[in-house]
């Protein structure tokens, strides 16, 4: 299979907004920042499940060949102990699969988290720098699986 090249950008809102949204702290004046419409409705029978994961340390260039997406359930990661790391998402195609040609990438810093909507293919959490924690948010459970994981052509990803 022959590789595609993406180059990793800063954060951008509009641009990441098909995916999901970046989770920031609240702007000067404000108390709080709420993101709590990426998890209605509930997915039926299902429970929230908060857990924390430990991520080994990755390095430029990065090779993606499995993405993974939960159709029934947004996906919130909020670093604990994080210095930066890469987001890279793509959109569904015609059969359900993942779009290689529409991915993008971002370079997030450890201060701010990501909910990755219900549906969009992305790659598993990739820490930069040193190893990292995110506490992770989600509906899991009901009738139905919701993580599903695809083998895609590889994308190698650098700044």
Do not use: K
């Not at 924390?52 to 947004?74: F, G, I, K, M, Y």
């Not at 930066?84 to 993942?98: F, N």
């Not at 701010?112 to 790659?123: A, E, K, L, T």
Request: negative net charge; hydrophobic residues 45%; glycine residues 8%.
């Amino acid at each position: 299979m022959t590789e595609r090249m993406l180059r990793i950008e800063a954060p951008d809102e509009a641009a990441f907004a098909p995916f999901g949204e970046f989770v920031a702290p609240p702007a000067p004046g404000q108390r709080r920042a709420f993101y709590s419409a990426h998890f209605d409705p509930i997915p039926p029978q299902a429970a929230p499940v908060l857990h924390v994961n430990r991520v080994a340390p990755s390095e430029l260039p990065l090779v993606c060949d499995t993405v993974e997406r939960h159709p029934r359930a947004a996906q919130c990661f909020l670093p604990l102990d994080v210095a930066r790391y890469v987001v890279m998402v793509m959109p569904t195609d015609a059969e359900g699969g993942p779009s290689g040609d529409g991915a993008r990438a971002f370079l997030v810093p450890g201060d701010r988290g990501v909910v990755f909507r219900p549906m969009v293919w992305h790659m598993g959490a990739t820490v930069l720098d040193r190893e990292g924690s995110f506490a992770v948010l989600m509906w899991r459970g009901g009738p139905r699986p919701d993580d599903q994981f695809q083998t895609i052509r590889p994308i190698i990803m650098n700044g």
